[in-house]
């Protein structure tokens, strides 16, 4: 038989080769760099060592055969094109190798700089670049590299040397240190590496390269790629590239220099010349600060050509990256280069203004637009936020509840909030807060509380109104007698002031700068263009007419969730719901009631005429009804039996929702009776019928949902002829797979997946958070928090079946209102399931709109949606 000849795999590539295979084959740099010189865009010029050759040196732990020649051809087109050897005694060429996976791994992995330079050749770059000190250093680093890198030597070793040099010379810098200096250094170097190694620094500049080559893949293998592989999901076997470039200087006299520079202000997003320029200067001297680099306009006059070139190369990077840019520059003797260029960083506001003039120069359609917004970072421009330029530490970490910043005076109880936030910035700071807690938090700036989740009372009260929020901080501790709180080893008193991050979850002791909200036409045209783009509807959870009205204004299509409780609580009403509570017969409730029922009624009549058109879906009474009375301990007399007869060990399980109205159904028939009557009272002040939809909550049974129509219809009936929605929220598993049985007497879902996670998972929402979950979340455990971010392989699987079992009986309405509903993930999941639409407090509302948008477009296919979907 004659075997076939097998090509010799090929592991190098120029950058101006094709090589294909991607970022997967040459690493995200090697990529870039391949991709900007086929550009024509001026890159230094060098080649990729491919990621198969890692793979096969891992396997083999020794370089892949016929790696060396291949090497050795790319280094001989290299000296061609420059017009430089390697390894030359005059002005030789030297080179970085450099790591770099498919996926980043910012400084996971090793870099060598100068490879090339050995004791005569640091004496040509030194005529070169008339830089006696400058050449020095530049060896004196390559061995430290080298030897850290490729021959493991302890860092420690080079840095001491140097420290005691300085110490010796009594130097505040690196750079104070004179040419002589550093000829003593890189004797002290070459030492240190001799002891390390048991041979002297190698001269060979072919050497140097072949040892650093293997050096690089090896440290794909180094215990910190590892544990940051780990920590990010990348797996072990895809290997790094290497890359080999020319090494370029820009401090060879006065035609050399450089700079970085963006397309677009990173922090405005305008047009213009954004940059920093340092002619005869190395990057490193604008690092150390040693000289203050120019506006980028200066180059204009300093290197005319260059900076023309630059400009072009600005424009066309950006047109074909159809992307701001951030670029790293260095002009060596007049000729420019490109050391890097990648999507900018950029703030929300600067993100929003170069999509929208991106899609009005054509660049970018106004998809791509929408799908280039970070829902989180839009978050950040309806809220205060800590000034990005503030220096501050961090006293304690607790769940990012909701979102903003605020500082403000410590308080440790609801009144004295109330009381001292008339005339000063006050933080609530509270173990955990309860609905009597309320008129604190309105008076509050922001709400810390020790315990407590994402679903929690004061982080779901917070993100109604919009205020930050930091819940579950359990490193804080409280001492209410003292009024005192301790964090770590500090000790704060009412009155101090404090700080909290509610994006971050942030706890800082004293004032820090904020940044005010930024909602501008940028803001709204981005909206305006995502809701053309989106089929989900989205609707707000709100329980007052100027809840609503906001949520208006941020673009709900209506109300998702109106917490009838929370209507209860108000100063006028808590006595009189206390007094129904507390009386023995169902005649003494009635009493109660009938005088509840007028203050309610408004109620809806505020929250119909504010949400005039739309709809607006009430939920009645839900909490169970001991959250109504004061503690036990606190308690007066005469309430104190009813209070020990209603108390439950997990009342969160116990007489609450549907059940409550089942047992008691005097109190869902007054608030039904108030809202048919708020609708017919609308209708006849302004001539438009309110759209109302009545949801029964708590229900696992279809014969709860049945008997609760049942009462629904009746009082209805005997009242004006209103229309109206009959539904129920799902929140408990048995819901979800008995959802065709409980669809017969349903004329809309909303999915309450705040319950719903708790009740699948068997997570309490109230304490899982800040205990054991948070464990959990460290250890990696589960990956992300189930009361944030909906599970939707869990909880989702259940709202899955839910959907299709409700929808094969009738076409149900389908929403979802828990707290997932505002969170981009979530969105995303359902849109996918086909849910009408999703209910958020106000202030998620836009997040919402657009994270809509962007599943929609993912559904489309279209491969740049990044965030969200
Ligand atoms: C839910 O359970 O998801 C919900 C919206 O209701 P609540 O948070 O009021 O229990
Ligand atoms: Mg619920």
């Avoid at 840095?159 to 104070?176: I, M, P, S, V």
């Avoid at 590239?241 to 050399?256: C, E, I, L, P, R």
């Avoid at 450089?258 to 990173?266: H, I, L, N, Q, Y």
């Avoid at 993100?351 to 009005?360: F, I, Q, R």
């Amino acid at each position: 038989m004659i075997a076939t000849p097998v090509a010799a795999p090929r592991y190098v590539y120029d950058f101006d080769d094709p090589a294909g295979g991607g970022r997967e084959r040459l690493g995200g740099k090697g990529a870039g760099l391949a991709e900007m010189t086929q550009l024509g865009v001026p890159v230094p010029a060098g080649f990729t060592i491919t990621t198969e050759a890692c793979r096969e040196a891992m396997a083999l732990q020794d370089l892949p055969e016929g790696l060396d020649t291949e090497i050795d051809e790319h280094i001989a087109a290299l000296e061609e094109r420059t017009g430089k050897r390697f390894g030359d005694q005059a002005d030789t060429l030297l080179v970085s190798v450099r790591s770099g996976a498919a996926v980043s791994m910012p400084g996971m992995m090793d870099t060598i700089l100068n490879l090339g330079l050995n004791d005569a050749a640091v004496a040509g770059l030194a005529t070169a670049t008339g830089n006696q000190r400058f050449a020095r250093d530049s060896y004196r680093r390559l061995i430290q590299m080298y030897g850290e890198v490729v021959d493991g030597i302890d860092a420690h070793r080079f840095e001491q040397a140097l420290t005691d040099l300085k110490a010796k010379r009594g130097a505040a810098q690196d750079t104070d240190l004179t040419a002589d200096d550093l000829a003593e250094l890189l004797e002290t170097f070459k030492r240190i590496y001799r002891d390390g190694t048991g041979t002297d620094f190698p001269q060979d500049a072919r050497d140097q390269l072949r040892r650093a080559v293997r050096a690089v893949f090896d440290s794909w293998k180094n215990p910190r790629a590892e544990v940051y592989r780990r920590a990010h999901g990348i797996p072990d076997d895809l290997g790094t590239a290497v890359n080999v470039v020319q090494m370029v200087f820009g401090n060879k006299g006065d035609t050399s220099g450089t700079g970085v520079c963006f397309t677009r202000d990173p922090s405005t997003g305008e047009q213009g010349l954004y940059g920093e320029f340092l002619v005869n200067a190395q990057g490193e001297d604008v690092v150390a600060g040693i000289r203050t680099p120019e506006p980028l306009q200066a180059m204009q006059q300093r290197l005319p050509e260059a900076f023309q070139q630059l400009l072009d190369t600005m424009r066309r990077l950006e047109e074909h990256y159809r992307d701001m840019q951030d670029i790293e520059f260095t002009v060596e003797e007049g000729a420019l280069y490109l050391l890097q260029t990648r999507a900018a960083k950029r703030t929300a506001a600067a993100g929003l203004k170069a999509a929208v003039e991106m899609t009005d120069e054509g660049l970018i359609s106004r998809d791509e637009a929408v799908a280039r917004i970070d829902p989180a970072q839009l978050d950040q421009l309806l809220h205060p936020m800590l000034d990005p330029n503030a220096s501050y530490t961090v006293a304690a970490t607790g769940l990012n509840a909701s979102p903003g910043a605020a500082s403000g005076k410590i308080v440790f109880d609801a009144d004295t909030a109330a009381e001292r936030g008339e005339r000063e910035p006050v933080i609530l700071v509270r173990w955990e807060t309860t609905p009597d807690d309320i008129h604190g938090m309105i008076a509050a700036k922001g709400i810390l509380t020790v315990h407590g989740g994402m679903t929690s009372h004061a982080a779901v009260v917070a993100r109604g109104m919009g205020k930050p929020c930091v819940a579950g901080c359990e490193a804080l501790s409280l001492d209410l007698n003292a009024r005192t709180a301790r964090v770590g080893d500090t000790t704060l008193n009412e009155g101090d002031v404090l700080t909290i991050d509610g994006g971050t979850g942030r706890v800082i002791v004293g004032e820090v700068e904020l940044v005010p909200p930024q909602i501008n036409e940028d803001f709204q045209t981005v909206l305006e263009w995502a809701d053309d783009i989106r089929r989900l509807k989205v609707r707000a959870n709100a329980d007052t007419p100027d809840d609503a009205k906001r949520a208006r204004e941020f673009g709900a299509q209506g109300i998702g969730l109106c917490r009838t409780e929370h209507m209860f609580f108000g100063e006028d009403r808590l006595p009189v719901v206390q007094e129904m509570i507390m009386a023995h017969d169902e005649a003494g409730r009635r009493a109660a009631l009938d005088r509840l029922l007028p203050m309610q009624q408004s109620d809806f009549e505020g929250i119909f005429e504010a949400m005039a058109g739309l709809p607006v879906t009430i939920r009645l009474l839900d909490p169970p009804l001991h959250e109504f009375l004061p503690p036990l301990e606190q308690a007066p007399e005469k309430m104190r039996e009813r209070i020990k007869q209603l108390q439950e060990a997990n009342p969160m399980l116990g007489t609450r929702g549907c059940r409550l109205g089942l047992q008691y159904p005097e109190i869902y028939e007054m608030q039904v009776r108030a809202i048919v009557r708020a609708a017919a009272a609308v209708r006849e002040r302004t001539g438009e019928a309110p759209l109302v939809e009545i949801m029964h909550p708590l229900v696992g049974f279809a014969e709860e949902l049945r008997r609760l129509r049942e009462l629904t219809v009746a009082v209805a009936s005997e009242e004006n002829d209103v229309e109206y929605l009959c539904g129920t929220m799902i929140e408990l598993p048995r819901a979800c797979v008995r959802a065709d049985e409980i669809a017969e007497h349903a004329d809309f879902f909303s999915f309450g997946t705040n319950d719903l996670t708790q009740t699948a998972l068997g997570f309490s929402r109230d304490d899982a958070e800040g205990k054991f979950l948070t464990h959990y979340l460290e250890d990696g455990v589960l990956e992300r928090n189930p009361f944030e971010t909906l599970d939707q392989s869990g909880v989702g699987d259940l709202m899955r079946i839910a959907v299709e079992r409700g929808r094969a009986v009738k076409d149900l309405k389908l929403g979802i209102c828990g707290e997932h509903g505002g969170e981009p993930k979530s969105v995303a999941f359902c849109h996918k399931l086909g849910l009408d639409y999703v209910s958020c407090s106000p202030f998620r509302v836009p997040l919402a709109r657009l994270a809509a948008a962007q599943a929609a477009l993912a559904e489309k296919g279209a491969a740049y949606v990044a965030a969200g979907g």
